[in-house]
Nanobody, 119 residues
Framework: QVQLVESGGGLVQAGASLRLSCAAS????????MGWFRQAPGKERELIVG????????CYLGSVKGRFTCSRDNAKNTVYLQMNSLKPEDTAVYFC????????????WGQGTQVTVSS
């Protein structure tokens, strides 16, 4: 089992920055690719970015390219999502996930953290 706990969400104004953290415990953190998803009200959950055990990242969501960056600290079993120039349309619950196979069906999910961006 891997337990994932997100933190760092909150209410901010448009243009602000937030850094989300996801702390992992349980099985070996480096064995998993980590990712961030988000789900806005009334919308499906969408994959934002994935990061491999070595730190290589793939951004899957065009609307956040250049604004969001993902990193991981394997020594701290933590993955981060730095979000800059936030927009109201970034409002969503943000989830981290861990997978050894595919992002279509991650092995583990965090409980989510709310990010609300006011205009």
């Amino acid at each position: 089992q891997v337990q994932l706990v997100e933190s760092g969400g909150g209410l901010v104004q448009a243009g602000a920055s937030l850094r989300l953290s996801c702390a992992a415990s349980g099985r070996t953190f480096v064995n998993y690719a980590m990712g961030w998803f988000r789900q806005a009200p009334g919308k499906e959950r969408e994959l934002i970015v994935g990061i491999s055990w070595s730190g290589g990242t793939t951004c899957y969501l065009g609307s956040v390219k250049g604004r969001f960056t993902c990193s991981r600290d394997n020594a701290k079993n933590t993955v981060y999502l730095q979000m800059n120039s936030l927009k109201p349309e970034d409002t969503a619950v943000y989830f981290c996930a861990a997978t050894q196979r595919t992002w279509a069906r991650p092995d583990y999910w965090g409980q989510g953290t709310q990010v609300t961006v006011s205009s």
